[in-house]
């Protein structure tokens, strides 16, 4: 576990280099502890698959009393589970809906069922929300099914598509640029700026299972 300064008005606590369920546990403990109790100062919280970066405003902020209490939470055990919710979303896969299933399929020497299948049958954990609002980043994908991203990107992916790369699946909450293979489309909202509580469906935490329509 490493802090490091990022910039005048942010630190970033480190707790490894890999994607992996126990490092994001405890990602997700420093986490709540601070959003829970923040201290003074605190305006932001960012939690990614390895790391916490906690923004604060340098003028009302006593950085070396925050420097020690990141110490003393990158240090605290995990919960045992998680506390997020656990959301199903349905899919339509395939066709003019998920474009690359069928490539994907003879990439693996699986059928485009078995594919599905497997997918529907994972628990998948938010380890984060990011590149656009709402985006989350889900794992992970079995072995067999983890491919590069697409050689050439897509200059428009629209918007609810469930796509696949590397050891993790997401889905695109906006119409955007994208180099993901596309599985399936949901109608699923994403993001919804109507509600400032909570205007991503999904948070760092929680559990996803997509259900085929």
């Not at 910039?7 to 480190?14: F, M, P």
């Not at 380890?127 to 050689?151: H, K, N, T």
């Not at 109507?194 to 469906?201: C, I, T, V």
């Amino acid at each position: 576990m490493r802090i490091l300064p990022l910039g005048d008005a942010a630190l970033t606590i480190e707790w490894g280099e890999a994607i992996d369920p126990a490092i994001h546990a405890r990602v997700l403990a420093a986490y709540e502890a601070l959003r829970d109790a923040p201290p003074a100062g605190v305006i932001d919280l960012v939690p990614t698959y390895r790391s916490l970066t906690v923004h604060f405003d340098p003028l009302t902020t006593d950085r070396a009393a925050l420097f020690e209490r990141l110490q003393a939470l990158a240090g605290i055990a995990p919960k045992s589970a998680l506390a997020g919710r656990h959301i199903e979303i349905a899919v339509r896969f395939g066709g003019a809906e998920g474009p690359d299933l069928e490539a994907v399929a003879s990439q693996v020497g699986r059928s485009p069922d078995e594919i599905v299948d497997t997918l529907c049958a994972l628990t998948l954990r938010v380890y984060m929300i990011g590149f656009l609002p709402g985006f989350p980043y889900l794992g992970d994908l079995p072995e067999w099914l983890r491919l590069a991203r697409r050689a050439t990107p897509r200059t428009r992916v629209a918007a609810g598509s469930v796509a696949i790369a590397g050891q993790q699946a997401a889905i695109y909450p906006w119409p955007s640029p994208g180099g993901w293979h596309l599985l399936g489309r949901t109608d699923s909202l994403l993001f919804d700026a109507n509600d400032p509580a909570r205007p991503a469906l999904l948070a760092p935490g929680d559990t996803v299972r997509f259900v085929r329509v």
